[in-house]
């Protein structure tokens, strides 16, 4: 595979799924540094969570998306950057993994 493309780390991003697609629209303009990632639904749990509703606070768990983003290490500055700057309030949490092996089975 060329080394050029391989991705490096995976930045992984955790925030409220109300603010899902404004964080997509951030990332699928960067597509030229974000070539690939993914979305899903997530329950969060801890004593540092910030519940939305009532309801989040008797179910002990607060409604989350996460986004994974394969891509490299040296461009993730660039990305977190442009998601303070268009969401400036928004509590994201994230954390950068290196990502050991890449590539496809077919």
Do not use: K
């Not at 799924?17 to 960067?30: G, P, Q, S, T, W």
């Not at 996460?66 to 949490?93: C, G, K, V």
């Amino acid at each position: 595979m060329n080394t050029a493309t391989t991705p490096d780390v995976c930045l992984t991003l955790v925030a409220a799924r109300e603010i899902e697609e404004m964080i997509i629209d951030v990332l699928l303009e960067h597509d030229d540094i974000v070539r690939r990632f993914g979305t899903h639904p997530l329950d969060a749990h801890g004593a540092r969570i910030g519940y939305a509703s009532v309801a989040e606070r008797v179910r002990g768990r607060a409604e989350r998306s996460q986004f994974e983003l394969l891509m490299a290490n040296h461009d993730t500055p660039r990305i977190l950057d442009a998601l303070r700057a268009r969401l400036p309030r928004a509590d994201i949490s994230y954390w950068i993994t290196p990502v050991l092996a890449y590539g496809r089975l077919a």
